[in-house]
């Protein structure tokens, strides 16, 4: 097993440099195991850290919505590692060359001010510094979008980035859970969504996250970067057009575009 772990984190590291997709590795597992998945991940972003010069900034929640999970056929979200090269400030510009196959989707960020060691919510939301706006930039090492749970995980949980907005508000001055979220193409509306819709309350995407990484043994440390979940949809991330998406309680929007040829 631990060769055959050793082997598909390989196989996703050239698929990133030679930007030639593979084949999905869940066959090559037994069936839903997620803590190889997660063995997976971590020695691709090992490669990165060592080859790449890169450092660790942040995390990702994904799978946060009931009816996504159903379709993936699990109980519980999924992490992914975010890498200092990854961060983006809007309004941001990327080439489609960068992508396999680029999506995105909005949701909140949370920036931490200090190490979260226990994972009671009281904790959690103490360590809070602030909540910035943000779009997730998503993509993966595979020829489509039909992955599986433990491709999904073993791929970085499909993070491939991050864009954040200007606004910072400070923990606690806003329910998170009524923050209303559009998310355009062009002057196209694709989807809206609330905060609610991230776990009941995007804090509650954090806590996962917090307890998780402290039964990994990997805290949640100070500075990092934390993206709670999609608060709308997933969406195609089309070239050579214009994505924004506006939120409400004074989060103000954030800007991406992505330039160049459509992929196939």
Request: hydrophobic share 40%.
């Amino acid at each position: 097993m631990p060769d055959i772990i050793t082997e598909i984190a390989d196989d996703l590291y050239q698929a990133r440099t030679t930007r030639t997709p593979i084949e999905f590795v869940r066959h090559r597992l037994p069936e839903k195991d997620k803590d190889a998945a997660y063995r997976i991940s971590e020695l691709v972003t090992q490669q990165r850290e060592a080859a790449e010069g890169r450092r660790r900034v942040g995390r990702k929640v994904g799978l946060t919505n009931p009816v996504v999970q159903a379709r993936a056929g699990v109980d519980e979200p999924d992490y992914g590692i975010i890498l200092d090269n990854m961060v983006f400030e809007s309004p941001v510009e990327r080439p489609s060359s960068a992508y396999f196959h680029p999506k995105i989707e909005a949701e909140l960020a949370f920036v931490l001010k200090s190490d979260i060691l226990n994972s009671d919510l009281a904790s959690v939301e103490a360590a809070i510094d602030y909540v910035t706006p943000a779009m997730e930039l998503v993509d993966n090492r595979y020829h489509s979008y039909k992955m599986g749970i433990v491709d999904t995980i073993a791929d970085n949980a499909a993070c491939e980035g991050i864009v954040t907005g200007s606004v910072r508000i400070p923990y606690g001055e806003v329910d998170l859970k009524q923050v209303e979220m559009v998310l355009y193409r062009g002057d196209e509306e694709l989807t809206r969504g609330v905060g609610g819709n991230v776990m009941g309350d995007p804090i509650n995407a954090v806590q996962w996250l917090a307890e998780t990484s402290l039964r990994i043994g990997k805290p949640l440390r100070a500075g990092e970067i934390l993206l709670s979940g999609s608060i709308g949809l997933i969406v195609d991330w089309d070239p050579n057009v214009t994505y924004s998406a506006k939120y409400s309680h004074g989060f103000g929007d954030v800007v991406a575009h992505l330039t160049g040829p459509a992929h196939a």
